[in-house]
């Protein structure tokens, strides 16, 4: 198996919920991105990172503040997959956009996008989370679809071959 990074920001506590949730059936460690530096990244050669959507399509604020460090990073020979926390109800015109935006700095940093998502049984009007049909990265809405969340993190893990 690879050696994989699994790198998470929240506010609420769904997205490090699910972030554990990954961890527990990769059997690996999980990371708060919060105050850390693009070297962080270093050690693995397969990352998963994991932001919610704040408000109205911004980026939570731990990711916000880690910008300039994804700017700086050399992800070059990384395959990185992404998942995205949102509320496609109440935020239908911004729907995992931060996960959209995350996706834009991996690939200017040269990694690989892996584990794009169907956006079948979603009800959303817009999301820069969606490329050619698909979103970037495994779509949880733990507001509205709790029920579903488990299923599709093993489908999603089992689509990357992990």
């Known amino acids: 198996m690879a050696n ?9 506590g769904n997205t490090e919920k699910v972030a554990q949730k990954i961890a527990e059936k990769l ?24 932001t919610p959507t704040a408000n109205y399509g911004e980026m939570q604020p731990d990711w916000d503040y880690f910008v300039p460090e994804m700017e700086d990073a050399d992800l070059n020979g990384k395959k990185v997959a992404l998942f995205g926390l949102g509320d496609q109800v109440d935020y239908p015109d911004s729907f995992l956009d931060a996960m959209g935006d995350l996706a834009e700095l991996v690939e200017q940093a040269g990694g690989e996008l ?13 999301s820069r989370g969606v490329k050619g049909g698909k979103f970037v990265g495994l779509a949880l809405d733990e507001d509205r679809q ?17």
């Open 146 to 162: 709790p029920e579903l969340t488990d299923d599709r993190i093993a489908t999603w893990l089992a689509s990357l071959g992990l």
């Open 27 to 50: 059997s690996i460690e999980l990371h708060d991105i919060a105050g850390n530096s693009c070297d962080v990244f270093d050690d693995y050669d397969f990352l998963i990172l994991g």
């Open 4 to 12: 994989i990074g699994l790198f998470f920001g929240s506010d609420t």
């Open 114 to 126: 892996v584990g794009e998502w169907p956006t079948d049984g979603y009800d959303f009007y817009d």
